[in-house]
């Protein structure tokens, strides 16, 4: 169905959605790309760098109800894990700089001890890196494998089970 959005109605906004989705159901197993000055520190992050690790990425903004409810137990899962080889990315969807999207992002993630980098997108929905995997709501949670690989492209509510699962820890 998402291909057949593609096909038939390239130019329309919901294509680029569409083509997301197929990127999401394609890409599990295949490995996950991502590169980005983290706005926290100004560090370069990219997967290839985590290698050996469990990455869990975060779509989220600091104006959505449902992904500020999930912060104290994602601050609890990073104070648990990160030490046992599991890093967490957080990919902002709040507004441009010039709206004040940056600013808010910064003085969340320091107010609420946010540790973890975050990749300021700047644009709202319209966000290239989130458009491109087909994210229409959040929060959205993606998991990578130790190998780098996609593991899981609805990895919310199941981190509890998935970290450990792919940290090979009962």
Same mark, same amino acid.
């Not at 294509?15 to 706005?39: H, I, M, N, R, S």
């Given at each position: ?7 038939d109605? =390239?130019?329309n ?14 890409g ?19 997967m290839?760098?985590?290698?050996g690790?469990v990455?869990v @990425? ?7 109800? =449902? ?5 104290p ?7 648990t894990?990160?030490t046992?080889g ?5 990919v902002?969807l709040?507004? =441009? ?6 600013e ?6 320091k107010?609420?001890?946010m540790?973890? =980098?975050?990749?300021?997108?700047g ?14 709501s @959040?929060?959205?949670?993606? @998991? ?6 996609l593991?899981?492209?609805?990895a ?13 820890i009962?």
């Amino acid at each position: 169905y998402y291909q057949r959005v593609v096909n038939d109605y =390239p130019e329309n906004r919901s294509a680029k959605y569409a083509g997301g989705k197929v990127k999401q159901l394609d890409g599990v197993g295949k490995p996950f790309e991502l590169a980005f000055t983290d706005a926290l520190t100004g560090d370069a992050v990219s997967m290839d760098q985590l290698k050996g690790k469990v990455v869990v @990425i975060d779509f989220w903004a600091t104006w959505c109800g =449902p992904c500020v409810a999930e912060v104290p137990h994602m601050k609890e899962l990073y104070a648990t894990y990160q030490t046992k080889g599991v890093e967490f990315l957080g990919v902002s969807l709040d507004s =441009p700089e010039d709206q004040g999207g940056l600013e808010k992002l910064l003085n969340y993630c320091k107010d609420n001890e946010m540790a973890w =980098p975050q990749y300021c997108q700047g644009a709202g929905w319209s966000g290239e890196f989130s458009v491109s995997w087909g994210i229409n709501s @959040i929060p959205a949670i993606f @998991i990578v494998d130790k190998k780098g690989n996609l593991h899981s492209i609805k990895a919310r509510g199941k981190l509890d089970v998935l970290i450990p699962e792919l940290l090979g820890i009962e």
